[in-house]
Each structure stands twice: as C-alpha cells, then as structure tokens.
C-alpha cells in the first residue's frame, strides 16, 4: 500500500509570489491534515479536511488556503509569499473515519522563500 | 484542553545507554497519548500509542512507554540505544477518540547516539 505522497519535494520562491502544494493520502483514507514545521514554533496545524470539507483551521492568516478534492487528494496554497512561511510543510492522512488515533505522515515540502 | 511539555529539547546518550525522554501532558478528558519519531528529511512515523487500555504500551524498535495518570506522564523508554535511534522525537495527545485536527504535539527532543 503507497503511503503518503507529497508534491514537491523542494520549493524556491521569491516573497510576493504564490506556491501550491499537493498532498496523496493513503488508498481509502479520508482526512488530509496539514502542518507547518519550523525549528523555532516546532509543528503548528494549519487544517484539516475530510471527505472535501475543512473540518478544521489553525491559527494561521488567510493566504494559507486548502482544499480536497474528490479522490481526497489535498493541495494547500499559500499567496504573497513571505521570508517567514520557510518551513517543512507536512500533511498526514488517517483512517476511513478520519479519527486521530494514527496519522500518517508523508516526507513533507520544504519550501524556501528568498 | 489539552497540552503536552516535552523535557528537554536535546537529549543525548551513549550507544548501549538507556534511552528516557520525558513528557507530560494537561487534559480535561481522558487523554489518548501518542510518540512520533521523525528521522533526517522525513515525515513522522508512529511509536506508540496509548488509548486506555494497558497502561504499558510497546512500540517499534524496542521502545515503550509507561501512562501514569496521577504523574499526568507518558516517558518514553528504550533499554539500550542504538545509533539508527537518533531522530526528533515528539509526544502528542488528543482529547480521546477524535478528529485528526485535534492532536496536539510537544516542541519535539532530538536524541543524539554518542558511540
């Protein structure tokens, strides 16, 4: 059974512009969950989306934006970019019922904003 | 709520030594308590996971973990360390059975493997 793929591995972006990353979670789940990491602020959730609605929302201004799709891939798109949003962007995916009790992880995107 | 405190963001010991990270959690429920490990430009993977069931909970890679509700702590263990065991480790806890939005997650203890 794949795990959980993410697109792509390594981002470089100029401030003020926009990114879009993709997330493919394990066959049959149907919770995408996404997650900025940084050395300093460690992992700080960012949303969660199940069976193409956002269950839930982090803390986090409105350029930061998701959405799933039918087959429950999830892209999330961040817009005017700023030096602060470098960081590992990590989704994870759990079972058919979308509980917590066991996520998945995928490798993550590190993107980098110069 | 629910928070967890993870002691110690650096924790390093002699291959053979035993392996003891700490953490501890705030909850108004009856908590679910969880350790990821995250190795070098990789994703976390489970350990372990406590759901209230025994209260001695054994995990991948030889690691397990002890729930003490009167300690409100969930210290991870492993008797002898190897080098493969040097990654960031993170405790988590969720107010029981719940949505995957609900999981909280410590700052992370990295472990380094002294051979």
């Known amino acids: 059974k794949a795990g959980v793929t993410q697109t792509p591995r390594y981002l470089i972006k100029t401030r003020g512009q926009q990114v879009t990353l993709s997330c493919s979670p394990i066959s049959g789940h149907r919770s995408v969950s996404w997650y900025q990491q940084t050395p300093g602020q460690g992992l700080q959730f960012l949303f969660e989306y199940f069976s193409e609605t956002q269950r839930n929302k982090g803390n986090f201004p409105g350029r930061f934006s998701g959405r799933q799709f039918s087959n429950s891939r999830s892209e999330m798109n961040v817009s005017t970019l700023e030096l602060g949003d470098s960081a590992l962007y990590l989704c994870?995916?759990?079972?058919?019922?979308?509980?917590?009790?066991?996520?998945?992880f995928g490798s993550g995107t590190q993107l980098s904003v110069l | 709520a629910q928070s967890v405190t993870q002691l110690g963001s650096h924790v390093s010991v002699s291959e053979g030594a035993l392996v003891l990270l700490r953490c501890n959690y705030s909850s108004s429920v009856p908590p679910y308590l969880f350790w990821y490990v995250q190795y070098p430009n990789q994703g976390l993977q489970l350990l372990l996971k406590y759901t209230s069931a025994a209260t001695l909970v054994k995990g991948i890679n030889g690691f397990e973990a002890e729930f003490k509700k009167s300690e409100t702590s969930f210290h991870l263990t492993k008797p002898s360390a190897h080098m493969s065991d040097a990654a960031e480790y993170f405790c988590a806890v969720t107010p029981g059975y719940s949505s995957a939005s609900k999981i909280i997650f410590g700052s992370g203890t990295r472990l380094s493997i002294r051979p």
């Open positions: 994870a995916s759990s079972g058919p019922s979308g509980g917590g009790e066991k996520l998945f």
